[in-house]
């Protein structure tokens, strides 16, 4: 379970008047029980999205209380919560290091597999589960913007994290990419928290948490939470109802 107890984020920022730095807070005092197997973000650009999505494994320390996964601190046992959570970034270059799929799942493995065959055979096992096993010794230049997506998302699911974070997955990618990465996100055994401006994919979560201006204004299953999320926007209900869909009564 992941627990944030009043948990605040807050920077140093260069006074626009001229005048010394000050602090300014970007997220927080944040409290919340993440239990669910999957939890959409949803928010503003600048909302603070990101900066909680990065609390959740201690990318981002709290600057004030506390985030705990599965009673570990992330302040003082980041490690082994990095080991528990996995991360996945918008854009995949930013976390692909290796030349080829292969040696870049194999690389993620590089601390739970000593051995380098053993681990070259998990690798491709990894790269066939998610559909890139004829992609494994290609360049990662090779590859389209959604197998580079997927290929990420092999080398952080290789290491069998509890919990997989997400950051924006989608937004680069194009409708069937998008639908496919989706599909896999909700077909994963483990917790999935994601952050999303898809409002069709956060509407297929368990629960919906809406950020803005630092603060979680609407936290709640998918209907009030994306309706709160759109009034807070000024846009218009869904036409097709689609936040509403998944929570219709079922009559037999
Ligand atoms: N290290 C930092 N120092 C100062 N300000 C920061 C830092 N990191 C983020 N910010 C600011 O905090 C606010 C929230 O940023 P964050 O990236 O969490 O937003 P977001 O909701 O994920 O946005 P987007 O949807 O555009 O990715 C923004 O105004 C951003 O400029």
Redesign the pocket.
Known sequence: MIELDAAEVT???PDPAGGPDRV?R??GPVSLRLTERHVAVV??????????ARLLNGLVLPSAGRVRVDGLDTASDGPAVRRRVGFVFTDPDAQIVMPTPVEDVALSLRRTVPDAREREARALEALARYGLADRAHVSVHALSGGQRQLLALAAVLATEPAVLVC??PTTLLDLRWRTHVDTLLASLPQQVVV?T?DLEAAARAERVIV?DD?RVVADDEPGPALAHYRALMGAAPSPHGAEHARRAPVTP
Do not use: F, I, M, Y
């Open positions: 920077a140093w920022s300014v970007l997220l928010g503003a650009n600048g909302s603070g999205k990101s900066t909680l950051d924006e952050v401006h950020v630092g």
